[in-house]
């Protein structure tokens, strides 16, 4: 998938996770930013490098996107599963620059899922922590939020997949969805350069 065609399919998904942020983890929309820089008063506006207002990078299959809104840095790194013919997304990842420990973001997977069961993420076919509860459903697909410490971020850098499991409705065998890993590391290192 080329850099274009991952930016324009990342759009629903980074209004997805707008939505869950927004609506359902106010907490989280607050840690994400940084407290503000005083000085004398007045808050002084974040940068990126080069003073641009954006930057759009691809590394492997995960997309950085670093953009200034209100004078704020909003940075996230993705990847978005689909046909790449039609830039119809399947399925998606999307996560923020780690903070305190945690990297944080979410999953956006197809409907038609047993909600009440969850996922399961494997890396490399072993379980990586447990049954991950659904948050809600929105027009582009439902939402799992994702939260990975520091030790699970360095096995994911070291690993080649990371897979969601699901059960669809009606008890039907398990679905998988799964992501690449080639780039996470690199996407990893500088989305975090980019947020500080």
Do not use: Y
Not at 84 to 99: D, N, V, Y
Not at 176 to 181: G, Q, V
Request: glycine residues 8%; charged residues 15%.
């Amino acid at each position: 998938m080329n850099a274009t065609s991952l930016k324009h399919s990342t759009k629903p998904l980074l209004v997805a996770a707008a939505l869950v942020t927004h609506s359902m983890a106010p907490a989280l929309a607050q840690q994400q930013h940084a407290a503000p820089n005083l000085t004398q008063g007045t808050r002084v506006a974040e940068t990126l490098p080069g003073g641009a207002s954006s930057i759009q990078e691809t590394f492997g299959a995960w997309n950085v996107s670093c953009r200034i809104a209100e004078g704020r840095k909003a940075c996230t790194f993705s990847q978005v599963r689909g046909n790449q013919q039609t830039g119809q997304r399947s399925f998606a990842i999307e996560l923020r620059a780690p903070r305190d420990g945690k990297t944080e973001g979410v999953l956006v997977l197809p409907f038609g899922l047993a909600l009440a069961a969850g996922v399961k993420l494997t890396l490399d076919d072993k379980p990586l922590g447990q049954t991950i509860p659904f948050s809600t459903c929105v027009p582009d697909g439902c939402l799992v939020p994702v939260s990975f410490p520091t030790v699970a971020t360095d096995a994911i850098k070291n690993a080649k997949a990371l897979t969601v499991t699901a059960t669809p409705t009606g008890n039907a065998e398990p679905v998988t969805f799964p992501f690449a890993l080639d780039g996470f590391a690199a996407a990893l290192a500088r989305i975090s350069d980019l947020a500080k």
